[in-house]
Each structure stands twice: as C-alpha cells, then as structure tokens.
C-alpha cells in the first residue's frame, strides 16, 4: 500500500511538472509598429442619478459639514483628478429618459421621483450648472444623454441652446442670469439610452426615425466649437449579441451609410455587463476561485461582442467614421444585504480590478474601432471607482487599475506577442496571461500585464523590438485573496506597490505575482 502511495505521488509529480515549467511566458514587444491611438475616452465615466451615485457621493450641498466646494465634495474631486478622467456620462442610464432639465436650472427646484431606482424623491438640486461645475473641478468632458424617451426634440433642441449658445438668445441669458455666461462645453452627446428597452421599449426602425429627427435638430449653438471640435453624437447602439443586437446594429449603420446631409452620428453606443445570470446572482464579496473564474471567463465575453459589432460596422463605415462607444460595461453582482436594492451598491474586489484591466486591454486592442467607453458607474453604485459613507471615502480596486493605466491615454497601441497559457479551474480554462503595450505622447513604452491565475507566479521575460531599454520600473497591484476589498476600515488591503523589473541584455524580466495587474514603464 505504501509503495503504492509513493508510486502514485511520483506519476502525480511528473504530471505536474510540465505545468509548472509552463509558469515562463515569454512576450515580444514591437515599439516600431506602434498603431492606432487609445482614445483616452476609453476610460469614461458613468454618473448617474441613482442610489448614491450623484447625492451623497459627489454632492453633499453647500451647508454640509462634509467638505465640498460649492456642495460637491472635495476628497472626491481630489480623486478623480489624479484619474485624468475624460468624460462623463450624465444624468442616465434609465433615468435620461425621463429627466426633464428645467427642474434642475434656477433657484427653485422641482422635487421629482426617481421611478427607475426605487421611487425616491428626486431633488434636482444637482442639475446642468452642478455637473459642469463638477466637470471643471476635475477637469473632465461633458458627455449628456438627452431624453428621448419621454421628452421632444425641441425640450433637448432647447437644453443644448441653453448650455451651447453664446449668442444673445433669451436661453443663453437665462444660462448668465442662473451664473455662467460662457457657453458650456458639451464634448458628447447621447441620443437617448437603451431605447430597445428602459429607454422607450422601440424597434430599430422606429428609433432610428427618432435618431434623424434629433440629430437634426438637437445642435451645439457654439460657434467656437465646430469642425474638429465639434460635439460628437452617440446613437444607441447594442446591448448584446443576439440576433435582435445585430439587427439593431444593421439598421443603424446601414443608414449611416446612406444617410442625407440633414443628419449624422459620430458614435454607436454598445452596453455590456458582466452578469453571467439575470437577475444578478453573483456575490461581490465572500467568494472563492468557482466564482472568481467565472466571472472573468464571462468578461472575455466583450472581445467576441466588439468583433461580432465591428464587423457589422466595418460593413458599412470601412473608413471607421463612427465610433463604437462601449458606454456602459462592468461587473454587475447582486446588491449588498442591508442595503436597498434598487440602489446598485455591491462591493468591489481584486476580481473586479482584473476585470478593468481585462476590459482596458479589449477596448486597447480595438483601439481603432473603439473610441470610447463608460464604466458603470463611477461613485457608490455597480463596479464604482470610489465608494462614500457621509464623510468616509475609499478607494476601490477598480480606482487602481485606472490610474496605473493612465499613461495609456492617447498612446499609440504597440502590439505584444505571447502564448498565455492556460490556467484551468473545475470546467472553466482561461489564458493565464493578458498583455497590452503602448507608446505614450512622449515615446515612453509603457506595459500593462495581467496574471489571471490565482495560485501561481509567472516569471516573465520580454523581448523588446525597436528600442533599447536601460531600465524599468513598474506597479503591481494584488491581495491575500481574490475577494479581497477595500474598506472604510482597512482603506489600503489592494493597493498598488512597486514591483521591480530586471533589464538585461535589452530584455525585462519580472514575476508577476498570482492574481495580479502589473504596469511597467520603460526607460531608454
Ligand atoms: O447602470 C444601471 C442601468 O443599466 C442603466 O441605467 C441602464 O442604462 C442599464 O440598463
């Protein structure tokens, strides 16, 4: 029996030892093809009226003791900042649909519901002036998403007159009257959401007859900001890759293509969640490895999504004149007990920041067709960057990976060669690897790598062609578990830490710890 034993722990050995010499992966670097550029608006944000998301997470009032400049908080500017935030996406989701913007001008409010998230009182006091107030404090992008749904094209037709024009019409006065005469910038517009269902419940066809009419008539009035700096409109484009998806995206590209010199888009929109099940049946914390796997094994998903619809579009705009705007993307778990669960609160882990990173180098690889994309969402609800309790603040995971990936903003995408591997848990096999280069504004290479396995290290040596490198130094960002989170409490358990890089002979050499995301910069 006992040598029966060692007999079988020696086969078991000799098994397993390929797969540990497997724990090698070599990558190459080709910086003299760098290619398309990643449109900085890939790391979009989504900040919309429900739950916390916008009351308590971004605007507490003038009068609160929670420090705030002008009723928005500061410890939450302050963090944004450093994210170099593009653009955000505002009033909806859902709630676009049925905003009217007028009870959110002026000294009076109008006191609303919030149907779609829980019938709660809408107070309207962070309106049009709040969010470009919030904007400029942290340097960002407009992107507004008009009503389409419940309102007309001249109720959105007037809102761009009221924020764009700087002519003297009685709206732009109104506009100066209520503290900003200047025009405001209104960088992206979105013309309705999820019109195929919260949004109005349309057909295709039915809603590109609405696409016509408000990009017709819905305009940015600024005369300083045409031509190339021109607001850029986002047609609702798919929310999966269904049969009813690809007929949605065909309708409206077949009609770009042919589309009259009276209308325009500049950009399709394309909603996808990690979900796997409907209603959301995954736990954002407490968790092991079954569900750590199939959560990542369903977000690779987004790479056949953005293939199956940029063919589509490729079809019909080879010129890649349109944009495909992934808007709304991120992980969607069932809510936290005790909290309402109209209100979207889930916690965020070091799955989620795989997640993000996983995404990011997606959207990277797409860089021509993909311009843009929306994290949902940005403060207290979904896969949030930050997340607030009256004073309290910390930063999620999620808030990490985007700001390692920075220096990715509007660099040129440098393709990485490499066999991933697999890492293979119960019935689920995915690549043990992901990786994405670029070059930045200053020809600094940057690179991104992700270790998808939980258990083991991977020692890494890269190639690099096109540049002799002299030195690197990077930030990896992991935790004891994969359901590890950060807490009001214990604000620091996933926090990026320096990682050290080996050069040699032009090449680098690092390990990458189990369960990590690892950015590098290279020095020449
Ligand atoms: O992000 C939450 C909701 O998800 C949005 O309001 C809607 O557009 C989508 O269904």
Redesign the pocket.
Known sequence: MHRLLVCFALISLALTAPALAAQRVELTVDVAKAGAKIDRNIFGQFA?H?GHGIYDGIWVGPDSTIPNTRGIRKDVVAALRALQVPNIRWP????ADEYHWRNGIGRERVLTLNPNWGGVTEPNTFGTHEFMDFLDQIGSDAYVSINLGSGTPREAAEWLDYMTTAQATTLEQERAANGHPSPYKVGYLGIG??SWD?GGNMTPDYYLSQLKIYTRFVRNFNPARQGNQQMLKIAVGPGGDGPEWTEWTETIMKAYQNRHWSWDINGLSM?SYTVVRWPPAFASVGFGEAEYSQILKATLGMEDLINKHSAIMDKYDPQKGVALVVD?WGAWYKPLPGTNPAF?VQQNSLRDAILAALNLNIFARHAARVRGANI??MVNV?QAMIMTDKEKMVLTPTYYVFKMYVPFQDAAFVPVAFDAGTYTHGNISLPRLDAVAAKDRAGKLWLAITNLDPNQPIEIETGLAGITAKSATGQTLTAPQVDSVNTFDAPHTVVPKVVSVEVQGGKLGLTLEPKSVTVISVEE
């Open positions: 919309e429900l909806g989701g859902c709630f959401n999820e919260c909603h709304e979207l949902a969402q979904l």
